[in-house]
T-cell receptor, first 113, second 113 residues
């Protein structure tokens, strides 16, 4: 296992409430990513980070923000959750000889009512 | 920008039969290619990857894939499947100079006894 944990693993929330998901790594990797997985779409990149305080948008970033104050932690925040953000969220880190290979956490299942 | 097409959304197959899961990609630059497997209610696990060199890549659990540059394909094969191979399989591509993965929509492999 790549040493990635996500918390919480399951969450039910109501529309309009803020939600923060946490990704923690023990590998000291520079790159970290947040994806969402939805049926028929595979995984789509939300945001990624290439270092402490360095982040950038992915394909589906609207409605999400991220922060990375420490190498080991990457937070994903839904400022005001909507039902369309019901999904499974995966964190990943880049490893491998040239950092080309991504390794995934166990996922967080989020239901927005 | 890259894109990935997994040509079959579901592939049913009997135990001990061979299987091929098809993946085609498009990209204007050189790429790395990956196959991941996701068992029910779990995260993604790396099956195999093509970075360079031999176009035939062997992975875990008896799977292999062949990179065909002229056909822009990276099909996954196994000569004899087991019930335990039932899972969803994702093909993914990244640029050689980039760190972002683009995923296909996934193929569900159902192995029947």
């Amino acid at each position: 296992d790549a040493g990635i944990t996500q918390s919480p693993r399951h969450k039910v929330t109501e529309t309009g409430t803020p939600v923060t998901l946490r990704c923690h790594q023990t590998e000291n990797h520079r790159y970290m990513y947040w994806y969402r997985q939805d049926p028929g779409h595979g995984l789509r990149l939300i945001h990624y980070s290439y270092g402490v305080k360095d982040t950038d948008k992915g394909e589906v970033s609207d409605g999400y923000s991220v922060s990375r104050s420490k190498t080991e932690d990457f937070l994903l925040t839904l400022e005001s959750a909507t039902s369309s953000q019901t999904s499974v969220y995966f964190c990943a880190i880049s490893g491998g000889r040239k950092g080309e290979t991504q390794y995934f956490g166990p996922g967080t299942r989020l239901l927005v009512l | 920008a890259q894109s990935v097409t997994q040509l079959d959304s579901q592939v049913p197959v009997f135990e001990e039969a061979p299987v091929e899961l098809r993946c085609n990609y498009s990209s204007s630059v050189s790429v790395y290619l990956f196959w991941y497997v996701q068992y029910p209610n779990q995260g993604l696990q790396l099956l195999l990857k093509y970075l360079s060199g031999s176009t035939l890549v062997k992975g875990i659990n008896g799977f292999e894939a062949e990179f065909n540059k002229s056909q822009t394909s990276f099909h996954l094969r196994k000569p004899s499947v087991h019930i335990s191979d039932t899972a969803e399989y994702f093909c993914a591509v990244s640029e050689r100079d980039g760190n972002k993965l683009v995923f296909g929509a996934g193929t569900i492999l159902r192995v029947k006894s």
